[in-house]
């Protein structure tokens, strides 16, 4: 799908959809939204009378133009109650609207800059929301779907965003570019964790990686199974051992031109399949497992992102990535792991996986001087439990971090939530023959996952997202779709804009 920026009238524009929008209680529509019903001689009214329309948001209103306009239908867009509107609200307005496009089956897309108008709010970063809100909502993972074979496949190829003032234009623009790369890296990230276990494995994300840093001018290098254990990533190599898929560590590096105001990394868990390994999942559980790299595809993504974006801050993406099998040389319960940091693990429980890959790789990172550390991962079935679909579980060693991460997260619309850190918490996973075990049960499994990683990230700054609930959907939202959501990644972007700007 193009989307492209012109000045001039919505009431000229010829195309299959038109949107315009309305807050909630508004009887008698201003601004552009006005203009449209005039043209139309007051049938948006009419229907508002009817209480056909409440301008609630997402709320959706067709009207069909019978040649008054150029275009063939309107769609008016609810925006919802005009004190709660910002941003956030935008992003769903204007992915309700391209997904009502699409359902009608439009090849051409016209709407308004919502927010613009009455609102306000400034022009760059409406033009930002309305560019993410309709590249995320458009958002469709179909491939594996064949055709009907009767009908015609109608896509919908230009969104144009239509505005009247000549000196906007330039700064829309801009909102608009930055929207775009943000959103497109997002539903890479969706993609990734959409497709099959059998097709995305270890290498393909190294492979991926590669082809990343190639476009992007990025630094790419991927260590090998043999690497790995030279370079005493033990507990990586022994989670994969089950696998016929051998594991890879992946760095990616950007660097911004002249010296870094700061350096960032971020680490994301890479499980390409999570069976649970000899600890077996019940069936039910291993469901959408294919999404246990969602951290791994996140920080994937803020690279992409990143190189295209170019902030003024250093950042790093590590990925420890394996795939968690049965087998014969698969590794066992009360085996004795010893991460790259010297700490020895027993293995409680081969489905506590994640956090054995991530000692490895976090011990990496401690061994460089970073300003902050954050990783990614799906880590508990806990976090799910506690905090549902809805927050992403949030752990770490540095407040100011930790708060920095939960306002970026506010701003993007992905919900973040502090978890404590207890040592009492820590103490379950004493254990009686090594320095640690991997697991100390179900109780607060998301802190004791969190209070595990925290032994590997040494003294640097560091956070951990858990984000088992949010990197996956069983039911849409107004801009994220059944399936993988693509969560954390535009928080991440948003923090290291951020970053870069102090
Ligand atoms: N990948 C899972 C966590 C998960 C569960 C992610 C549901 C997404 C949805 C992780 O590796 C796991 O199996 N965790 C166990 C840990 C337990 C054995 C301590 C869990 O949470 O049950
Ligand atoms: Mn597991
Ligand atoms: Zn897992």
Same mark, same amino acid.
């Given at each position: 799908?193009?989307?492209?920026?012109?000045?001039?009238?919505?009431?000229?524009?010829?195309?299959?959809?038109?949107?315009?929008?309305?807050?909630?209680?508004?009887?008698?529509?201003?601004?552009?939204?006005?203009?449209?019903?005039?043209?139309?001689?007051?049938?948006?009214?009419?229907?508002?009378?009817?209480?056909?329309?409440?301008?609630?948001?997402?709320?959706?209103?067709?009207?069909?133009?019978?040649?008054?306009?150029?275009?063939?239908?309107?769609?008016?867009?609810?925006?919802?109650?005009?004190?709660?509107?910002?941003?956030?609200?935008?992003?769903?307005?204007?992915?309700?609207?391209?997904?009502?496009?699409?359902?009608?089956?439009?090849?051409?897309?016209?709407?308004? *800059? =919502?927010?613009?108008?009455?609102?306000?709010?400034?022009?760059?970063?409406?033009?930002?929301?309305?560019?993410?809100?309709?590249?995320?909502?458009?958002?469709?993972?179909?491939?594996?779907?064949?055709?009907?074979?009767?009908?015609?496949?109608?896509?919908?190829?230009?969104?144009? /965003?239509?505005? =009247?003032?000549?000196?906007?234009?330039?700064?829309?623009?801009?909102?608009?570019?930055?929207?775009?790369?943000?959103?497109?890296?997002?539903?890479?990230?969706?993609? *990734?964790?959409?497709?099959?276990?059998?097709?995305?494995?270890?290498?393909?994300?190294?492979?991926?990686?590669?082809?990343?840093?190639?476009?992007?001018?990025?630094? +790419?290098?991927?260590?090998?199974?043999?690497?790995?254990?030279?370079?005493?990533?033990?507990?990586?190599?022994?989670?994969?051992?089950?696998?016929?898929?051998?594991?890879?560590?992946? =760095? *990616?590096?950007?660097?911004?031109?002249?010296?870094?105001?700061?350096? /960032? +990394?971020?680490?994301?868990?890479?499980?390409?399949?999570?069976?649970?390994?000899?600890?077996?999942?019940?069936?039910?559980?291993?469901?959408?497992?294919?999404?246990?790299?969602?951290?791994?595809?996140?920080?994937?993504?803020?690279?992409?992102?990143?190189?295209?974006?170019?902030? =003024?801050?250093?950042?790093?993406?590590?990925?420890?990535?394996?795939?968690?099998?049965?087998?014969?040389?698969?590794?066992?319960?009360?085996?004795?792991?010893?991460?790259?940091?010297?700490?020895?693990?027993?293995?409680?429980?081969?489905?506590?996986?994640?956090?054995?890959?991530?000692?490895?790789?976090?011990?990496?990172?401690?061994?460089?001087?970073?300003?902050?550390?954050?990783?990614?991962?799906?880590?508990?079935?806990? +976090?799910?439990?506690?905090?549902?679909?809805?927050?992403?579980?949030?752990?770490?060693?540095?407040?100011?971090?930790?708060?920095?991460?939960?306002?970026?997260?506010?701003?993007?619309?992905?919900?973040?939530?502090?978890?404590?850190?207890?040592?009492?918490?820590?103490?379950?996973?004493?254990?009686?023959?090594?320095?640690?075990?991997?697991?100390?049960?179900?109780?607060?499994?998301?802190?004791?996952?969190?209070?595990? *990683?925290?032994?590997?990230?040494?003294?640097?700054?560091?956070?951990?997202?858990?984000?088992?609930?949010?990197?996956?959907?069983?039911?849409?939202?107004?801009?994220?779709?059944?399936?993988?959501?693509?969560?954390?990644?535009?928080?991440?972007?948003?923090?290291?804009?951020?970053?870069?700007?102090?």
């Amino acid at each position: 799908m193009e989307l492209i920026v012109q000045q001039g009238d919505l009431t000229q524009a010829a195309c299959d959809v038109l949107v315009v929008n309305l807050f909630e209680g508004v009887t008698h529509p201003g601004g552009a939204t006005g203009a449209v019903d005039r043209a139309l001689g007051g049938w948006i009214t009419d229907l508002i009378a009817q209480e056909q329309f409440k301008g609630k948001l997402n709320a959706t209103l067709d009207v069909p133009t019978f040649g008054k306009l150029p275009a063939k239908r309107v769609v008016v867009v609810g925006l919802g109650k005009a004190e709660a509107f910002g941003e956030e609200q935008i992003r769903q307005a204007a992915a309700t609207a391209v997904k009502r496009a699409k359902a009608l089956q439009a090849e051409t897309m016209v709407t308004l *800059l =919502h927010g613009a108008g009455i609102a306000g709010l400034p022009p760059a970063a409406c033009a930002q929301a309305v560019a993410e809100g309709t590249v995320l909502g458009a958002y469709e993972f179909d491939k594996y779907k064949s055709a009907p074979k009767d009908e015609p496949k109608r896509v919908l190829g230009t969104a144009m /965003i239509v505005e =009247h003032s000549a000196e906007k234009i330039a700064v829309i623009e801009e909102g608009v570019t930055r929207g775009r790369i943000v959103a497109d890296a997002a539903n890479m990230v969706r993609d *990734l964790a959409n497709e099959p276990p059998d097709v995305v494995t270890p290498d393909y994300l190294a492979r991926t990686a590669r082809q990343l840093a190639e476009d992007g001018g990025l630094q +790419c290098d991927v260590w090998d199974e043999g690497r790995i254990v030279e370079e005493r990533m033990n507990c990586l190599a022994m989670v994969g051992r089950g696998s016929a898929h051998p594991p890879r560590f992946i =760095h *990616l590096d950007y660097m911004p031109a002249g010296t870094p105001a700061r350096r /960032i +990394c971020l680490v994301g868990k890479g499980i390409s399949y999570d069976s649970g390994g000899l600890s077996l999942k019940p069936a039910e559980h291993m469901r959408h497992m294919k999404t246990d790299m969602s951290g791994a595809a996140a920080v994937l993504g803020v690279m992409q992102a990143i190189a295209q974006l170019k902030p =003024h801050v250093a950042v790093t993406g590590l990925i420890p990535t394996c795939e968690n099998m049965v087998g014969g040389a698969a590794y066992k319960v009360d085996d004795i792991l010893r991460a790259r940091n010297g700490k020895t693990i027993e293995v409680d429980n081969t489905d506590a996986e994640g956090r054995l890959i991530l000692a490895d790789a976090l011990s990496y990172a401690a061994e460089q001087q970073y300003d902050a550390v954050i990783d990614i991962a799906t880590l508990t079935g806990g +976090c799910v439990i506690a905090l549902a679909r809805v927050w992403t579980g949030v752990m770490g060693t540095d407040q100011e971090l930790i708060d920095a991460i939960i306002a970026a997260g506010a701003q993007t619309g992905e919900k973040m939530w502090m978890l404590p850190f207890d040592d009492e918490v820590r103490s379950m996973l004493d254990s009686d023959i090594a320095d640690i075990k991997n697991s100390g049960g179900r109780e607060g499994s998301s802190i004791q996952g969190g209070m595990f *990683l925290k032994e590997f990230a040494g003294e640097q700054p560091w956070a951990h997202l858990d984000i088992a609930g949010t990197s996956y959907l069983d039911k849409a939202r107004a801009y994220e779709p059944k399936g993988a959501t693509g969560v954390p990644m535009r928080t991440l972007v948003a923090y290291l804009l951020q970053q870069a700007a102090q």
